[in-house]
């Protein structure tokens, strides 16, 4: 299991208190034909913008490098720009990085730099105290989720020569399996309510997005398309999914109904659609879109797929949206300048406006599968 990454910020945005018809465009620009400028910087501690804490991993050894190369280790920072602090400084690699829903504890996988096929997860609280290993069993225990009450912590495991979902205890580290699939199944995701997991799986060749009991049981496919289909992202009411899918010529944005009964296109263009992520309210969706010049811009739309208009439209890469807490403003990774090597971190009101970038770690390469 090797990761590719750049240098600089990378896997996860988390915010503290949750982030977390057919349509038919051509591209489309802001109204009076401008793109947004981008700011150095906003002051820490800016009133203006929401103290959200955030979680990320950070490698300052070089501009471009893997996953298992340089040093890789967690840092936070408040969504005005305040607190930027170093979590971990160990000689181990660290990815992953997940807030708890008190926003009191991280958890995160932890590789040695000489085996980074055999992964653990550990549990540390955000000032950095109280480090402690959770499942430490030989192989690769990976992308782990909170549950919403914060005391159940799911997770991808090849622990047995094939994949599966298990569920772990903070308090006890007793862990059980969830369900265990002939195929790779990986990336589970806790339903608002606490019910149900969805996670990533393969059938006949093909990615899925599919739904199952955390108590375990029969489960769903719910995108139920032999296309790859990516994400898996709850609704705040629990009861549908997001996912992109390469069905067509184009990757776009679906919603599945968490039951299995349907799908619907959310996003039909020529702007390939990804990191989709449903507002606090469960109202609108951001996501990243790719355009005709190469660039990922950011986007909005509302759930029934009207009202779809740009965000972040910049020479470079915008991707990996996460909305506040609040809902107010949208924080994501751009490389800024066109450089796609060296990503930071950016926040943007969410009715649109100016960026203002928050790090400065000169390089980036954000992950999948993030909690919202």
């Known amino acids: 299991?090797?990761?590719?990454?750049?240098?600089?910020?990378?896997?996860?945005?988390?915010?503290?208190?949750?982030?977390?018809?057919?349509?038919?465009?051509?591209?489309?620009?802001?109204?009076?034909?401008l793109l947004p400028?981008?700011?150095?910087?906003?002051?820490?501690?800016?009133?203006?913008?929401?103290?959200?804490?955030?979680?990320?991993?950070?490698?300052?050894?070089s501009a471009w490098t893997w996953y298992g190369e340089g040093k890789w280790d967690i840092y936070s920072i408040r969504a005005d720009g305040s607190a930027l602090t170093q979590i971990t400084d160990t000689p181990e690699q660290e990815d992953w990085p997940v807030l708890s829903p008190d926003g009191t504890q991280i958890v995160f996988i932890?590789?040695?730099?000489?085996?980074?096929?055999?992964?653990?997860?550990?549990?540390?609280?955000?000032?950095?105290?109280?480090?402690?290993?959770?499942?430490?069993?030989?192989?690769?225990?990976?992308?782990?989720?909170?549950?919403?009450?914060g005391s159940q912590i799911a997770f991808?495991?090849?622990?047995?020569?094939?994949?599966?979902?298990?569920?772990?205890?903070?308090?006890?580290?007793?862990?059980?399996?969830?369900?265990?699939?002939?195929q790779w199944v990986n990336f589970p995701s806790w339903s608002p309510d606490g019910t149900r997991l969805a996670f990533m799986t393969s059938v006949e060749g093909a990615y899925e997005v599919a739904v199952v009991a955390v108590d375990g049981g029969e489960w769903i496919n719910v995108s139920n398309d032999l296309a790859n289909d990516h994400g898996g992202l709850w609704s705040p009411d629990s009861q549908e999914v997001l996912f992109s899918s390469w069905r067509g010529d184009d990757l776009n944005l679906y919603?599945?109904?968490?039951?299995?009964?349907?799908?619907?296109?959310?996003?039909?263009?020529?702007?390939?659609?990804g990191s989709a992520v449903w507002s606090p309210d469960g109202t609108r969706i951001v996501f990243?879109?790719?355009?005709?010049?190469?660039?990922?811009?950011?986007?909005?739309?509302?759930?029934?797929?009207?009202?779809?208009?740009?965000?972040?439209?910049?020479?470079?890469?915008?991707?990996?949206?996460?909305?506040?807490?609040?809902?107010?403003?949208?924080?994501?990774?751009?490389?800024?300048?066109?450089?796609?090597?060296?990503?930071?971190?950016?926040?943007?009101?969410?009715e649109g406006g100016t960026p203002q970038r928050l790090t400065f770690f000169g390089g980036a390469m954000p992950g999948t599968g993030v909690q919202p």
């Not at 980074?116 to 989720?145: F, K, M, Q, W």
């Not at 991808?156 to 369900?179: N, P």
């Not at 190469?294 to 020479?315: C, E, F, I, M």
């Open 1 to 33: 299991m090797r990761h590719s990454r750049f240098v600089g910020i990378t896997l996860a945005i988390i915010l503290l208190g949750g982030m977390a018809g057919l349509l038919s465009h051509a591209p489309v620009s802001t109204a009076d034909g």
């Open 37 to 61: 400028t981008f700011t150095p910087s906003p002051e820490p501690g800016d009133t203006s913008l929401p103290d959200d804490l955030i979680v990320f991993v950070a490698n300052e050894d």
């Open 110 to 149: 932890v590789a040695d730099p000489d085996a980074l096929e055999l992964t653990d997860i550990y549990v540390i609280d955000v000032d950095g105290s109280n480090r402690r290993a959770l499942i430490t069993d030989p192989g690769a225990d990976i992308h782990p989720s909170w549950s919403p009450d």
């Open 156 to 182: 991808g495991s090849d622990r047995d020569g094939e994949w599966g979902i298990y569920v772990a205890d903070v308090a006890s580290g007793e862990t059980r399996k969830v369900i265990d699939l002939d």
């Open 255 to 273: 919603v599945g109904s968490a039951d299995g009964s349907g799908v619907r296109l959310l996003v039909s263009s020529d702007l390939p659609s």
């Open 288 to 350: 990243s879109g790719y355009d005709d010049v190469h660039n990922y811009d950011l986007y909005t739309v509302n759930v029934d797929g009207s009202n779809l208009r740009p965000l972040v439209q910049a020479d470079g890469w915008e991707i990996e949206p996460r909305w506040t807490a609040d809902g107010s403003h949208i924080l994501y990774y751009s490389d800024g300048a066109g450089e796609y090597a060296h990503q930071d971190l950016y926040i943007v009101p969410a």
